[in-house]
């Protein structure tokens, strides 16, 4: 797995089927070796830490998940959004297989800026998947409706050359035998997904599962660019994928660790 970068990297965590990275996403995607991965699952920052307020159990808590989530106080935020997600999704083209995808994840406050990027860096969006969040928190300002899906964008590399893999079979029999539709239904992350750490904006694993089995094979390399607490790792290796994770935080890189090794040793 080191030999899938041109440098040599300090690596966080290191296992046969496995690596996290300690670093900024730009600087070490641009060390990977081009076309070396299968599938790539993004969830970027969202950039809604504007000091607002939001329900978390019930209390009132604030919107702010961290400074990786703000904008410059000194330039304009659209702009800078989009010029962010351009350069990742740039970047992840490279070390993306001709026939590999992207799945990327996000909400109202970024999503819209992820599928122009992905159009204007070539991709071909295959998919627009909603999950709708059974147990979404309430909306305090009662000036809108609640908030209670996110947008995931699933997307291949290139649009004539190759053809992606999709696990048709596999979806449909999960849902009871009828075709799989792109509104997916579930609850927020367990509190059970979340006893080595909390990340603010985690996954629950059973999102991750489905994309994993439905766009990649067995022994494939799955790529995390913001892999947070690891739930995409998680669900990497306990289908028999391998991982590569990459985080700017080392507090979080721990809680991924922590999960990796856990799901290694339930195996």
């Keep these: 797995m080191e030999s899938l970068f041109t440098k040599r990297m300090p690596f966080y965590f290191k296992a046969s089927d496995s690596l996290l990275v300690l670093g900024d996403s730009f600087k070490v995607l641009a060390k990977m070796q081009s076309e070396s991965v299968d599938m790539i699952f993004a969830d970027p920052p969202y950039f809604l830490s504007n000091n607002g307020i939001t329900c978390q159990g019930g209390k009132m808590v604030s919107v702010n998940k961290g400074t990786w989530d ?8 659209i702009e800078e959004k989009h010029k962010f997600n351009r350069k990742w999704i740039r970047l992840c083209k490279r070390v993306l297989r001709p026939n590999g995808t992207i799945w990327i994840s996000g909400t109202l406050h970024n999503i819209y800026s992820v599928g122009m990027a992905l159009e204007q860096e070539g991709y071909k969006i295959i998919n627009n998947i909603t999950w709708q969040k059974t147990n979404p928190p309430p909306n ?3 000036r809108c409706f609640t908030h209670s899906t996110e947008t995931i964008l699933w997307a291949k590399k290139d649009e004539k050359k190759c053809r992606h893999f999709f696990s048709y079979q596999k979806m ?68 028999g994928r391998k991982f590569i994770g990459i985080d700017i935080s080392e507090e979080y890189l721990e809680i991924s660790k922590k999960r990796l090794e856990k799901v290694t040793n339930d195996k």
């Design 70 to 77: 703000k904008l410059s106080e000194h330039t304009t935020g």
């Design 172 to 239: 449909k029999e999960e849902n009871g035998g009828k075709q799989m539709k792109d509104v997916w239904t579930g609850a927020l992350t367990k509190s059970s997904e979340k006893v080595e750490g909390r990340h603010p904006t985690q996954k629950p694993e059973y999102l991750l599962e489905r994309i994993v089995l439905a766009s990649t094979e067995e022994g494939q390399r799955i790529l995390d660019p913001f892999c947070g607490s690891g739930t995409t790792g998680v669900a990497a290796l306990r289908f």
């Design 140 to 142: 305090l300002a009662c």
